[in-house]
């Protein structure tokens, strides 16, 4: 072990897929990808320490999803520079795309183009920015139920803050096992366990479909242990949270709990591409 | 991307490149913020001194300077420290840090036996937890008298994030900027700041404070520590882990995820904590600017 690291066949062995990357999640650049694929090559150190095989980043595609519409026209006007991060790195980066809740309309037909029609593999609803909604509006129960049709992953962002909401368009894990109950075939994910990760995993634990990912918060010992205990290492997923987040934080969530190494191995990878497999197959 | 002439490829591609990274960790390791004992509000997998020392010993740290987390709501601050001198006592790599808590009546005494008949090196204090701010007369009081009695002092800014607090007991994160003052008022004291996220406001503010050292326990983001050391200058950056708590590999691993030389790793991970801890005027840097 060096610096903490597991050597590198083991962090091969893990076969590491990355469901939370958030390189410039905000605003990928005004020429639509300058900072985007900056943020990814400041990321790459930690990308190849780590080994990790694929990392799934959510694009912003025009509609409405950031707080500049000269970048909202460019990217509606020119959406192949959407793709520009893929190709620099094709083997490496997975997509999803960031809806706007308060635009059904648009997000809809973006679903179209860019999940049905596109590559990219699922939706991302954000718990902030111009595109949140809370998850039990019905404009997102809407996009739900068509993300449903064509097989997406959802990853719906979640936190529970002591003090309560900073605003109403925030989600809760509490709040997305009351939508995901209403749609028990359709996976959900349950972006960063809620950060306060000891009441979120209690408010998911008796929604089977919805699985908790991992990163956002700091690397609080014991997280994977109650997590792994109360949903099973099958409803974990592994995110990076990079570069905003450091590999440190987030990997050594995973590689040091005290689970068994086909547990780490689930929460590592095994699970998202499982998840990610219903729409790949019909791609 | 995954489009459908790309499954086949991405079943079969082979694993990235690897870094084969230069670094190696140096021969001895200063773990500078470690609490013992239990966690107010849950259980810790390493919270137990023989598991957590057995933890560093795997990863190389070879001292670690230890306060405890009884400080943060015990008023019988004596038996926590001396609970904490007997924990280290037998382990020849931890090395006490007691509390004082400048609120209560007669913190002198406290501050008198962790310094003087304890032989601590230095006191921690949990402004956020006990209920005061930098800027009152008393921190400077207590900043003063540690400094005259060769102590040095740890300033805890959060143990935990605000946003995951219990409902029932919640400690703003410490403002740091009132620390400008009395660093230039006691130009001898060495004060450490602990658990900081820093903000790019945060960053400011202590390159300003000259002498100022931070712990890199919560300094995240994939290129956080050579961000803060970018901020701040080299010689003012300690490794701290914040564990048990935090889980201890998470600040190791980000001290090869970030890009710094390996002579910088070993000033932050060891140089400038052993000079921190000896050190009883100035900081190394002003010491070779004096020399020159």
Not at chain 2, 160 to 185: F, G, K
Request: charge should be positive.
């Amino acid at each position: 072990m060096t610096f903490g690291l597991p050597p590198t066949e083991t962090l091969r062995d893990y076969r590491i897929w990355d469901s939370y990357f958030t390189p410039a999640f905000s605003h990928p650049g005004t020429d639509g990808s300058r900072d985007l694929i900056k943020d990814m090559e400041r990321s790459m150190t930690a990308i190849q320490l780590g080994h990790f095989e694929r990392l799934c980043y959510f694009a912003h595609v025009g509609i409405g999803t950031t707080t500049d519409p000269a970048l909202e026209n460019l990217l509606r006007t020119q959406p192949q520079l959407v793709l520009k991060p893929f190709e620099r790195w094709p083997n490496r980066l997975l997509g999803m795309i960031q809806l706007n809740l308060q635009n059904t309309n648009d997000s809809l037909k973006a679903l179209n183009k860019w999940v049905k029609d596109g590559p990219m593999l699922g939706v991302y609803f954000p718990g902030s920015g111009p595109g949140a909604a809370n998850c039990l509006n019905p404009k997102a129960i809407r996009l739900v139920e068509r993300v449903s049709e064509l097989g997406g992953v959802i990853m719906q962002h979640t936190w529970l803050k002591t003090g309560g909401k900073r605003s109403p368009n925030e989600s809760t894990p509490i709040e997305l096992a009351i939508l995901a109950s209403r749609y028990p075939k359709q996976n959900f994910i349950c972006a960063h366990a809620g950060g306060e990760w000891e009441q979120g995993i209690r408010a998911v634990r008796d929604t089977p479909n919805v699985l908790i990912e991992t990163s956002g918060f700091d690397a609080t010992a014991g997280f994977i242990e109650m997590a792994t205990r109360e949903l099973g290492s099958k409803r974990i997923v592994f995110g990076s949270h990079l570069p905003s987040r450091s590999m440190g934080t987030e990997l050594a969530k995973v590689i040091t709990a005290q689970i068994s190494e086909e547990e780490k191995k689930d929460i590592l990878g095994r699970n998202y591409r499982k998840l990610l497999g219903v729409i790949q197959s019909r791609k | 991307m995954v489009a459908a002439s790309e499954r086949e490829k991405l079943a079969t591609m082979p694993a990235p490149p690897s870094i084969n990274h230069p670094l190696s960790m140096p021969s001895r390791v200063i773990d500078t913020n470690v609490s013992l004992f239990h966690w107010p509000f849950r259980r810790l997998p390493l919270d137990e001194v023989n598991k957590l020392c057995a933890k560093f010993q795997q990863l190389g740290i070879t001292e670690v300077w230890a306060g405890s987390f009884e400080a943060l709501l015990h008023r019988d601050l004596r038996t926590v420290n001396e609970r904490l001198l007997r924990a280290c006592q037998n382990r020849g790599e931890l090395i006490p840090v007691g509390a004082v808590n400048p609120t209560f009546p007669d913190w002198k005494h406290d501050l008198n036996l962790c310094l003087g008949r304890f032989g601590m090196p230095g006191v921690r204090l949990l402004p956020g937890y006990h209920g005061y701010a930098l800027g009152d007369a008393v921190f400077g009081e207590l900043l003063e008298t540690a400094t005259k009695l060769g102590g040095f002092v740890q300033v805890v800014i959060a143990m935990e994030d605000t946003r995951t607090q219990s409902n029932s007991i919640q400690a703003p994160n410490v403002d740091p900027r009132p620390l400008q003052h009395w660093m230039q008022q006691i130009p001898e004291a060495r004060v450490q700041i602990l658990n900081c996220r820093p903000s790019a406001s945060d960053l400011r503010t202590f390159a300003s404070i000259h002498r100022l050292a931070v712990d890199t326990s919560r300094v995240d983001g994939t290129d956080g520590v050579s961000t803060l050391v970018k901020a701040i200058g080299i010689d003012r950056v300690l490794y701290g882990s914040h564990s048990p708590f935090l889980i201890p590999e998470a600040a190791c691993i980000r001290m090869i995820e970030t890009d710094i030389p390996g002579a910088e790793v070993k000033a932050i991970m060891q140089e400038n904590a052993e000079h921190f801890r000896n050190s009883k005027s100035t900081s190394r840097q002003n010491q070779q600017k004096q020399g020159q």
